[in-house]
């Protein structure tokens, strides 16, 4: 067996013993300890607030998953700027709710005097951690689905797993037209079991493997394959226009320019396809006119379902417009949102105020205007470079990326996560419409901030994927760590004492890369074995 040969197993036994030495030395002068005295100071703040004690009821969880999410990214070699920036985003997000939680508290204090407020949002991060985790490990062990032996068993290529996505992302849009409940005039929600489930979170989270899978594959698509992204993206915009999620609708857009443009050489497609969007975006406002018209002069007698429907979508989206541009129209109704939020930012100024306002949909939809009215404009600021910051590392990510699909995985959700971003924190400001997407990692939401967590560990797990490998510089990366930190011997020791009682060869060549005499393997080793 050759040297080469011994770490060739990404998952070796006594390769993952080398990480866990490696991630416990490297954490000593990791930044990781700033942000572990960010989140203890953060108390203070917290305290000063009134939700002192819900925030130590959080704190736990909250360092546990600061140190096993930098733990985790050191034994993987993932991308720790990611990861630090999201946990800066997830502290803000575990400050802000407490305050809410606590705010509901003082409105009904019998109800939580045996409720736990901080208990749902303790289980939503750790769901939305474990879950993370296992994105990220089927992702290291099955990096390219077209190409891993149990789906070439299977005779899968890479365009019948995007189906097998499309087919189940179909089958929760219907579920959801079929079985939802209606919130906010929105058609999103299933409860399985008691729990509730916003499936458009989970029907975004697919639409980015299935564009990786049929565009990501090749350095020039298939015209089959442009062709069926294409029918795709149709049919799941429909989908969610029916179901009245505009938000989700405009983030998907926004995706499927961004993969367009990335990974389809010929310009041609993407300026055709924004000519398109654009007459038909105006083709479908001058129908939506007529119609109107017709109604209002009693022409149009309701009798066509399709029009109904078709009308009835067009006149939400258009009293969006309406109202963000002229909120005081409806002042107590559908620009209350949009005012009250105005308000906020300007009762918060720069450095946030004591008197707050009540502000609705505070905790999701609105939650970047109410973090100005608590927080001030410059902390709201430094938010919204945290999340630039976690953009363009992600971007270089995707330039330093040979590999086409990966590179395809990981564009695809850093650019939904900043295009998120972008959508609601304009909408809550007025720089847009408003939508009803969420803030990643700072709203609530148990299904948005799973999904938020999913992807930031397939994020880590797409920059990893080089590392794990077994390269000749993995090898001496080794070798340079045991040198400066002098664990040699030890890691020696119990290699070796590992190789006694589990007699196996790579045992026996984990402690001759540790060892690191200089000398070659000795040829008697391995026998007996």
């Given at each position: ?19 866990i ?16 005295l ?13 939700a002192?004690?819900i ?15 930098w ?26 709710q ?22 749902s ?18 992702y ?5 689905l ?40 929105v ?15 989970f ?10 899978g ?10 089959e ?10 049919i ?7 179901q ?9 857009l ?12 010929n ?31 009693g ?38 949102q ?52 976690m ?39 007025g ?31 797409v ?41 196996r ?18 040829s008697g ?5």
């Amino acid at each position: 067996m050759s040297r080469h040969d011994t770490g060739t197993k990404s998952f070796s036994f006594e390769r993952v013993l080398w990480e866990i030495q490696r991630a416990f030395y490297s954490f000593k002068n990791s930044p990781v300890l700033a942000l572990l005295l960010m989140q203890a100071a953060a108390f203070i703040f917290v305290q000063a607030k009134g939700a002192g004690k819900i925030y130590l009821d959080m704190i736990g969880i909250l360092l546990g998953i600061t140190l096993l999410s930098w733990f985790f990214t050191s034994v993987i070699h993932g991308n720790k700027k990611i990861v630090i920036y999201t946990l800066l985003l997830l502290t803000v997000g575990t400050m802000l709710q407490c305050i809410f939680r606590e705010e509901q508290v003082l409105k009904n204090p019998q109800y939580y005097e045996t409720h736990n407020p901080a208990a749902s949002l303790q289980f939503q991060y750790i769901l939305g951690f474990v879950m993370a985790l296992v994105a990220a490990f089927l992702y290291l062990n099955c990096k390219n689905l077209s190409s891993t032996k149990a789906l070439k068993k299977l005779n899968l290529s890479s365009v019948k797993v995007c189906r097998i996505f499309f087919y189940f992302s179909l089958f929760l849009s219907v579920i959801t037209l079929v079985l939802a409940k209606s919130v906010g005039n929105v058609r999103n929600w299933i409860t399985i079991g008691g729990v509730s489930l916003q499936t458009t979170e989970f029907i975004k989270f697919l639409y980015v493997f299935i564009a990786a899978g049929l565009l990501g594959t090749k350095e020039n698509p298939d015209k089959e394959n442009i062709r069926a992204f294409y029918i795709v993206t149709f049919i799941e915009v429909v989908f969610l226009a029916l179901q009245s999620e505009f938000g989700t609708m405009l983030l998907i857009l926004m995706l499927f320019l961004t993969f367009i443009f990335l990974f389809i050489p010929n310009i041609r497609y993407f300026i055709g396809t924004v000519l398109v969007m654009a007459a038909g975006s105006l083709g479908l406002s001058v129908i939506g006119m007529q119609l109107t018209k017709w109604k209002a002069a009693g022409v149009f007698l309701g009798t066509n379902k399709i029009a109904q429907i078709f009308l009835s979508n067009y006149n939400k989206i258009a009293n969006r417009f309406i109202y963000w541009l002229h909120p005081e129209k409806d002042a107590l109704g559908l620009g209350y949102q949009l005012l009250k939020a105005k308000e906020s930012i300007v009762l918060g100024g720069w450095f946030g105020t004591s008197s707050v306002t009540e502000l609705p949909v505070k905790t999701s939809d609105l939650v970047y205007p109410a973090l100005i009215q608590r927080c001030g404009m410059v902390f709201a600021l430094l938010v919204f470079i945290v999340f630039i910051m976690m953009w363009l590392e992600g971007v270089q990510l995707f330039v330093r990326k040979q590999d086409r699909y990966h590179r395809a995985v990981g564009a695809g959700f850093v650019f939904m996560l900043f295009d998120q971003t972008l959508i609601i924190i304009a909408g809550s400001t007025g720089l847009c419409p408003l939508t009803g997407i969420t803030l990643p990692f700072i709203s609530s939401g148990g299904s948005s901030l799973m999904i938020s967590f999913m992807i930031v560990g397939l994020i880590v797990a797409v920059s990893s994927n080089v590392k794990w490998k077994g390269t000749l510089e993995d090898e001496e990366e080794q070798d340079k760590f045991f040198k400066e930190n002098a664990v040699t011997a030890k890691c020696h020791t119990y290699l070796r004492h590992l190789n006694d009682h589990f007699p196996r060869k790579s045992f026996r060549a984990a402690a001759g890369r540790v060892r690191r005499s200089g000398q070659k393997e000795e040829s008697g080793e391995g026998k007996g074995v």
